[in-house]
Structures are given as C-alpha cells and as structure tokens.
C-alpha cells in the first residue's frame, strides 16, 4: 500500500485536506531558542501540532523500509545518551568530532533521495508531498531543510547517515576502535594511543566524499583526550572506575537546586526542569539520587518528583 494512500485512510480529513497540509508544512513552524550545554543558544524549530502528527506517522510507515545503523545511538529505541557513553568506558583514548550546522545541511533534495531509494518506484507528486512534509523553509538561504524540532528529523538523519556509518563502524571494526554516533557528535576510542590521529584523516575523507547528504566536519570541536584528562561523551563523564558518571559540576548544580527546592525558592517552571534532570541522574547514576535522599530526606524528594 502506498504512504499517501495510508495517511487517507486513517486520518480524519479529506484527501485534499492533507494534500495541501503537506505542501504547506515547511512553512507551519515557530521558532525559540534553548540553552546548549557548551554555553549559547540553539535554535529550535518546531512544526505545528498538525504537521508533528503527520509526520510521526509517516516515519513509522518508512522505518519499516529503511536501515539506521546501530552505532547511531540517538533516538532510537533502545537507545540513549547513557549507552553511547558507556560504549566507550572501556577505552583510555577519545576522540570527539562534530559534524557543522547538521540538520541545516540536510535539505529537501536529501530527504528525496532517501525515500526514493527505499520507494524506487514511488510517483513524483507522492514523492513531492512526502518530502515537503518531512522539511521546513529556510527562508534565509532560500531552501528547504530538516529541523531541528521536528520529530522526523532525528530518523531521517540517521537514516541518511546509514551508510557513513556502516563504513566507519567496519573500519574501526579491523582496528579494535569502537565508534558511536549521537546525532551531530561522534566518538571513537581505543586503547592504542597513536591510532586516533589517523582514523580523524579516514572520517575527513569519509565526509568528503558524502553526496547525500554533503556535510562538513567542525573542526573547532575536534577534542582528543585521555584517561588521565577529564573525558566526556555527550555530556556524560567516563571516571577512572570506568563507569559513567554525571560528573562533579552537574551534580553540584542538582545538589544546588534540590537545596533550594527544599527553601521553596524554585519557580514551578525550575521545579519541572529539575525533576526532569533528577530522572535523567536515576538513569545514570541511581546511586547519586540515592545520597540525595539520605542528605535531603526521602520526603523532600518524593515531594520534588511529585510536586
């Protein structure tokens, strides 16, 4: 059965309705900006309650047809930020490299190319539609491009990385490296010390010869580091004990704002955000929650995760 022909079927509108649903959805998005983790901004952008639910619907149609790698650790089920971290705690040497302006440099011709290859036989005007659904207008650069807000975009990038990833994994498959991939982040490590240096030649070549989609690594964020510096994979800590850890300065910040929680001098906005951060550290590290309820009390924390 074909894509459209689903999405008639099962959703409550007419199929001119979703016809021009689709042809419009590039340009149904609002824009904020959130905090990075490394200081700045980053923007969101992020598609209307509409296009959002045409859009989970139709990955889950196209999932079925098309491979992700399982080096690419973000969003996909079973994955997670802990277990792309913990792929490496084994290692003493780290490489990190990020990929430039990623979804940005995913653009409609991109996303065309990736469903054609799983629908070869797909018509143009279905096509059209599938691929103005899944991108929004970059109305600065005059194109059409993933965003970052969209809950298509994580599959789809990772679904057009597929095949940088299966190249890198078994280059570094033959050399005991092992590699992962969170979205934009990349790391690799070993335990060989030299070898780092020259996979960073082998990905800059890799990427070269991309074609969809073309990206550029950011060498600015290129980081080589060791078991006896202070070594992070998306935001985690890898310990001497080789464990993952939230590391020093995130639990003092939780310590710092569960101790004002306790004060009653968080917003209900901050008071959200913690218990979000909290979840995150019980996933992580459960022990650290744990000492949290013995300094704190068990009834301050029920009452954060309640409140």
Same mark, same amino acid.
């Given at each position: ?238 310990? +001497? %004990?080789?464990? *993952? !850890?939230?590391? $020093? ?6 310590? /710092?704002?569960?101790?004002? #929680?306790?004060?009653?001098?968080? +917003? %209900?906005?901050? *008071? !959200?955000?913690? $218990? ?6 019980? /996933?992580?590290?459960?022990? #650290? ?19």
């Amino acid at each position: 059965m074909k894509v459209l022909d689903q999405l008639f079927t099962d959703f409550p509108m007419s199929p001119q309705q979703l016809r021009i649903l689709m042809l419009t959805a590039p340009y149904r998005y609002k824009f904020f900006h959130i905090p990075k983790r490394s200081g700045g901004r980053r923007l969101i952008s992020q598609p209307a309650k509409e296009v959002k639910w045409l859009q989970r619907y139709v990955i889950e149609i196209i999932r079925k047809k098309i491979p992700v790698h399982r080096c690419a650790t973000a969003y996909e089920p079973g994955s997670s930020i802990f277990a792309n971290a913990e792929a490496h705690v084994q290692n003493r040497f780290l490489l990190k490299m990020d990929f430039k302006n990623f979804f940005p440099s995913i653009t409609d011709m991109d996303v065309s190319h990736l469903i054609k290859s799983a629908y070869p036989d797909i018509e143009d005007g279905e096509l059209e539609l599938i691929v103005r659904l899944l991108v929004m207008s970059d109305k600065k650069n005059e194109k059409f491009v993933l965003a970052a807000g969209a809950p298509s975009s994580p599959f789809i990038s990772n679904a057009l990385l597929n095949q940088f990833d299966t190249e890198l994994h078994l280059h570094c498959l033959s050399q005991n490296v092992v590699y992962t991939r969170y979205a934009d982040d990349i790391a690799l490590s070993t335990n060989a010390p030299l070898l780092l240096s020259e996979l960073h030649k082998f990905i800059r070549v890799l990427v070269n010869e991309m074609k969809h989609p073309v990206l550029k690594i950011n060498e600015e964020k290129t980081v080589y580091t060791s078991k006896k510096h202070n070594r992070k994979v998306t935001g985690l800590t890898l310990n +001497s %004990q080789k464990q *993952v !850890s939230l590391g $020093r300065d995130m639990k003092r910040e939780l310590r /710092a704002a569960v101790d004002k #929680f306790r004060k009653n001098e968080l +917003s %209900q906005e901050a *008071v !959200s955000t913690l $218990r979000g951060k909290l979840a995150f550290a019980l /996933a992580v590290e459960p022990e #650290f929650v744990l000492r949290l309820r013995t300094h704190y009390t068990d009834e301050v924390i029920t009452r954060l995760f309640q409140s």
